[in-house]
């Protein structure tokens, strides 16, 4: 709760509204005339100023009104504070009433505020080789090329104020300045033209936060490890620019850094940068705050001193930074024998090996030592070799808890784990309730079944099962169904290549099917439908284009197109709007996009049909295919 009460609601209460009047009151009270000769601190507009604590209360409130979550994300201080000058104005030349009326005006237009803006930002330190666009957070990284400028000079030129041939020939000519043919941000928001500025530039800080730190850990001892990532420096004296463009047009703010490396990423970094977990942490920065969990938050800010480390030339400042990363990972919460529990942290999570534990331990407390010494005062070498091993060793842990995120999600958890396997002595290991898939072959041996015995029992080929092993051919949903019951295991115990995804919701089973169609595009094909195990069917169109038919097998063959750089990505989107479409489908309840007064329609005849047919299928005596065919042949 703030000094103005206003957390939480998205409208100011009427209370509210005349609590801050009463307070622009009284600082009006206190504008006296702007006086040169002055120096104690103030703030002026044309003749009129506050000085002293007057000064000091109207900067406080403009800051309570700026940290409020229902202003924060759309509107900058300075920003707001134009606007209540103009209301602190209007009080002290017209009186209250004349200022009341203005202030509530001005509430009304930050509460309907709705603009959305697109925000530019030049940035170096990498390029995209055979992939069109890359997506981190809430950022697009792409090349800009003569069509997206002719793009945004189109929307200039559309304006109702369409400026004159020689302004347009300039701002083209700074478009291709400071945008053309470069490597560039773009974020989209809803907000004011500054504090889209702001937030654009801090959400294009965490994403390069998060490719410098995919891209070092994945390169120990490449000078590539190396690499700046920042917003762009076109040379000495020059400032890199942000154009972004808004129904106000197009604005430009000045950042400068320093350069080294340039980075490719093509597919094979995508498939790197994958592997060390840098989309984990993407799609955490895509979350709003409050829904992160407290590792969550660790995780990312250990990738921010990672990556800050990256930026120091000097070796002591790289060990501090590097240190940190790991305090703030693995730090016990009372702050007690920080370094002797970070080490044994790290040690635990980066080896299986007692020896490799023992000398891990050993060199993080040797790096504690080399911090602590280079905070208060003194001197030790810090050699290129420590710092490039701190670097991996760091990477290297912030990678494996980002891989098992899925298992481990709060530090306490974290914690428990650790003390449990420091207690027993025993094998490290991350507790995972889902089975792992087993090749047909192995399911197959395990229980002691020929080829033949298991095609005979699943109604196929001999030689389906064998091409089926060898993974000449992946078995087909109502193939893969018929296995299951032929082996006596769930249809998602038996493992199917990378590119295949066996998918559930609600006993509703697809196959999806990944494919590379061209460079950094893939393509995901729904192989089929198997409602089998289904007790429910879709009560509404699953999409507008089957309006006819709210069956899933309108999702069957459909392809869901994907930029999703790697199989596994374009899968996890065909995935994931599968489910939130049959999700839909299936709910009972009215819900938005429906019509007043709508209520579930009955349940289709042929839906009856199937669920009689499984119903006497499960209660007929469960006999093997090849014994019931011989008692059937001797009757």
């Not at 004159?164 to 701002?171: E, G, R």
Request: hydrophobic residues 40%.
């Amino acid at each position: 709760m703030t000094r103005l009460g206003w957390e939480g609601a998205t409208k100011l209460h009427p209370a509210e509204l005349d609590a801050l009047h009463r307070k622009l009151i009284e600082l009006a009270s206190e504008l006296t005339a702007n006086s040169p000769t002055r120096l104690d601190a103030h703030v002026a507009w044309g003749s009129r100023a506050l000085y002293g604590e007057a000064a000091r209360r109207y900067f406080a409130l403009v800051g309570d009104m700026a940290n409020e979550a229902r202003w924060s994300s759309r509107f900058s201080e300075t920003y707001l504070d134009n606007l209540l000058s103009e209301v602190l104005l209007k009080i002290d030349k017209e009186g209250g009433l004349a200022g009341h009326v203005l202030l509530r005006a001005t509430i009304e237009k930050l509460e309907d505020f709705a603009v959305k803006q697109i925000v530019y930002l030049p940035v170096h330190g990498f390029y995209l080789s055979d992939v069109p666009q890359l997506e981190v957070g809430q950022v697009v990284f792409r090349a800009f090329n003569a069509s997206d400028i002719q793009a945004i000079e189109d929307r200039y030129s559309d304006r109702p104020e369409t400026p004159d041939p020689d302004a347009q020939s300039y701002f083209r000519g700074r478009l291709d300045e400071h945008l053309g043919e470069r490597m560039t941000a773009i974020v989209n928001t809803t907000a004011e033209p500054n504090r889209a500025y702001e937030i654009a530039e801090a959400e294009t800080r965490y994403a390069l936060e998060i490719l410098m730190f995919g891209n070092a850990a994945g390169s120990r001892w490449s000078p590539f490890a190396n690499a700046v990532m920042g917003f762009d420096d076109p040379g000495p004296g020059k400032m890199s620019y942000l154009a972004f463009d808004s129904d106000g047009g197009l604005n430009w703010h000045g950042r400068r850094l320093p350069s080294r490396w340039s980075v490719e990423i093509g597919p094979p970094q995508i498939e790197a940068l994958e592997n060390v977990g840098a989309f984990v942490a993407s799609e955490l920065r895509k979350k709003a705050y409050g829904d992160l969990t407290d590792l969550d938050k660790s995780l990312l800010q250990a990738i921010h001193w990672f990556s800050a480390s990256v930026f120091q030339q000097e070796a002591g400042a790289k060990t501090l930074f590097l240190v940190t990363s790991l305090e703030a990972l693995l730090g016990p919460k009372d702050r007690t024998a920080i370094s002797s529990t970070v080490a044994e942290a790290l040690a635990m999570l980066s080896s299986d090996s007692l020896e490799e534990r023992l000398a891990l331990k050993k060199f993080v407390r040797r790096m504690y030592d080399s911090r602590s010494s280079i905070t208060h005062g003194g001197h030790r070498h810090i050699s290129e070799a420590e710092l490039r091993s701190l670097r991996w060793v760091v990477g290297s842990v912030i990678t494996r808890l980002l891989q098992v995120r899925h298992r481990v999600r709060t530090k306490d958890e974290l914690a428990a784990i650790l003390e449990r396997a420091r207690l027993d002595a025993a094998h490290l290991a991350f507790p995972d309730l889902r089975e792992t898939p087993k090749p047909l072959s192995v399911l197959r041996e395990e229980r002691g079944m020929l080829a033949a015995e298991v095609a005979d029992r699943a109604g196929c080929l001999e030689e389906s099962i064998a091409a089926w092993e060898r993974g000449a051919a992946t078995p087909d949903l109502i193939d893969l169904r018929r296995l299951s019951m032929a082996l006596g295991c769930s249809m998602f115990d038996i493992e199917l290549p990378e590119n295949y995804r066996l998918v559930d919701v609600r006993g509703h089973r697809f196959m999806l099917r990944a494919r590379r169609i061209d460079a950094g595009h893939v393509t995901v094909d729904t192989q089929g439908w198997d409602y089998w195990d289904a007790d429910a069917f879709p009560v509404r169109p699953l999409e507008s284009a089957y309006r006819g038919s709210a069956s899933p097998i309108a999702l069957a063959d459909r392809r869901h197109f994907a930029t999703g750089y790697t199989r596994r990505m374009a899968l996890d989107v065909a995935e994931a709007k599968l489910r939130a479409l049959l999700e839909r489908g299936l709910c009972r309840d009215r819900i938005e996009g429906d019509l007043l007064g709508w209520a579930p329609p009955p349940v289709p005849e042929h839906w009856r049909r199937h669920l009689k047919a499984r119903k006497t299928v499960e209660q007929q005596p469960k006999i093997p295919t090849r014994w019931r065919s011989k008692t059937e042949s001797c009757s």
